[in-house]
């Protein structure tokens, strides 16, 4: 199921501009993978670059190889939508399609990825899926009510249950619970601790904390300058990184000194 | 112990009173405004209605034609010329839609470089065309050049190059309004960006691309160039859209427009001057409002139809 990661020189551009440069590292499958650092400096980038969502954006172009399991997934005849069902992907403000109902907002990956299901089926997968997101208790007697009408931590949850739906091997979490109060997010950090059994999961946070209590590593971005672009100052396990880190920058960084 | 008196920060600051004011001038302004702008369309309304109805409750209206009918007769309906509206707008709309919704789409979610910029100025220029100036193109290329005979759909292709760029505009802008993150969030659940579109995007725009086709429908349903350049107007039944001239609303508006008069007749025992024509007149221009508002209802249901009931 979780597959690996593996970023090698990695050089993410928008149009000329250079925005990340030189990135390397590696995810072990099942686990969570904390990227902290500094506004700008590029971590939300490098996570988009993970699925291929970086060239939605006009004139953004990568550079270098990412491997899952060791396959290239910039390769030449890699279609980039088929890198998408591998690896799911969870944003800052939940977003769930206002037009569907709850139940539709879970069953749309699989329905517009064009597989023709049974109904059956597909109930089988919309339960499984709310379950595993935490959110089967809240809203199973409302599966036919609109998405957009949940909370918003309940829409994250939804969001992330949309996500795991169609089944992927890496999960991307983009500062998934900047936008959500303590408690909401206190259930998507319980969510990932359960969804790290499954999935590689990669989160993007600002808050500190929280990185140290889910993530078992961590990748500490930062600008080298301003106008400079973002690299990756250090990966290490998350412990090491939140009492003994190697780099000067990432210890001023997580004592407050900066940033 | 001395204690200063400080003004809170909840104090009437000096000069709050003009502030006050200026709230106040700037409310009764708008409000102002607002009525202002409703005295021509509550006028318009009224008189349309006050005169139209009585027109359109009569008998045979909604099933009678005007043959044979001068302004010296009552009664006749308008059958004709609603027979001839719809359908020379629903080919119009048949036509229209398809490309106007394609010409949006490609602006918003493809479009980049020259074609597009070169589309957007075409769509400008066409927006601007005047409808006579339509009407004399399709003339110009179907009658003279391919000596064609005159008839209703060279109507509809005339008003398909004004319902167009009305469409395409609507569209366009309902589209922008579908934020980003539907789409991101699309793409990264591995949904191609046609399904994206097909699925998510066009649902989510539907109201709006639905109330700026009835805007459209709204706008040809009453030009009258081109019924005058490309079909004549007919006061017999003629549901053939192919040939021959063909009644229409606007058509039946001005042809009893041009042939107002009164006529005498004795009611009660005293000689009344009558105005068939121009109760007609009237009544036709209402019933086009009606068509108009009904085909509004229309898309708003659909448009409802098609979001999930909270």
């Not at chain 2, 009173?17 to 005295?39: E, H, M, N, P, Q």
């Not at chain 2, 209206?61 to 309906?77: A, K, V």
Request: charged share 15%; net charge positive; aromatic share 6%.
């Amino acid at each position: 199921m979780a597959k690996r990661i593996d970023a090698r020189n990695l050089n993410i551009y928008y149009g000329k501009f250079l925005a990340v440069a030189d990135v390397d590292f590696t995810i072990a499958p099942r686990s969570v993978t904390a990227f902290i650092g500094p506004s700008g400096c590029g971590k939300s980038t490098v996570l988009r670059t993970i699925n291929r969502m970086h060239e939605v954006i006009a004139g953004a172009t990568v550079q270098g190889e990412l491997l899952l399991d060791g396959e290239d997934i910039y390769g030449a005849d890699v279609d980039p939508v088929n890198v998408r069902r591998t690896i799911g992907m969870v944003f800052q403000r939940p977003n769930p399609f206002p037009t569907m109902s709850i139940y539709d907002n879970v069953a749309a990956g699989l329905k517009l990825q064009s597989s023709r299901m049974k109904r059956s089926d597909l109930d089988v997968v919309v339960e499984k899926s709310l379950r595993a997101a935490n959110l089967w208790d809240e809203v199973k007697d409302r599966l036919a009510k609109p998405g957009a009408g949940l909370s918003g931590g309940q829409q994250q949850r939804l969001c992330i249950a949309r996500a795991i739906a169609v089944e992927p091997q890496v999960l991307l979490m983009d500062e998934p619970c900047s936008a959500l109060d303590p408690i909401s997010t206190l259930a998507i950090e319980d969510l990932i601790q359960s969804l790290k059994q499954k999935y590689t999961i990669v989160i993007v946070t600002h808050n500190m904390q929280q990185a140290a209590r889910v993530s078992e590593r961590t990748a500490f971005f930062n600008l080298a300058g301003v106008g400079k672009p973002g690299q990756l100052v250090e990966i290490d396990e998350t412990q090491k990184i939140f009492s003994n880190p190697t780099e000067k920058a990432t210890e001023d960084y997580i004592s407050g000194r900066f940033g | 112990m001395t204690s200063l008196t400080i003004p809170g920060p909840l104090a009437a600051a000096p000069g709050s009173g003009w502030r006050k004011a200026k709230d106040r001038i700037a409310t009764t302004v708008i409000y102002g405004s607002f009525l202002l702008a409703l005295v021509p369309l509550v006028w318009l309304l009224w008189t349309v209605l006050s005169r139209g109805l009585h027109a359109i409750t009569s008998d045979g209206w909604f099933t009678g034609s005007q043959r044979g009918i001068t302004y010296r007769d009552g009664g006749g309906g308008a059958l004709h010329a609603i027979v001839g509206t719809v359908e020379q707008v629903a080919l119009c709309t048949v036509i229209s839609v398809p490309i106007a919704l394609l010409v949006a789409i490609y602006l918003v979610e493809y479009g980049r470089g020259p074609l597009a910029r070169a589309t957007t100025f075409m769509v400008d220029i066409l927006t601007g065309i005047p409808s006579i100036v339509a009407a004399l193109f399709i003339y110009a290329v179907f009658v003279t050049s391919f000596s064609g005979q005159r008839a209703g759909w060279l109507v509809s292709l005339a008003l398909v190059m004004l319902m167009i760029p009305v469409v395409v505009r609507t569209t366009e802008e309902m589209l922008r309004l579908v934020p980003n993150e539907l789409r991101e969030a699309s793409y990264a659940l591995g949904v191609p960006k046609w399904k994206t579109i097909v699925k998510i995007v066009l649902p989510t725009a539907m109201s709006g691309i639905m109330t700026g086709i009835v805007l459209g429908v709204a706008r040809v349903a009453g030009e009258t160039a081109p019924l005058l350049v490309l079909v004549g107007y007919s006061p017999n039944d003629n549901s053939n859209l192919f040939s021959g001239p063909q009644g229409s609303l606007p058509g039946m508006i001005k042809d009893q427009f041009g042939n107002l008069g009164s006529t005498t007749i004795l009611r009660g025992g005293h000689k009344v001057s009558v105005h068939y024509a121009a109760d007609r007149m009237w009544g036709a221009a209402l019933t086009l409002i009606l068509l108009v508002m009904a085909l509004n209802l229309l898309a708003r249901l659909i448009a409802s139809r098609s979001k999930v009931s909270s």
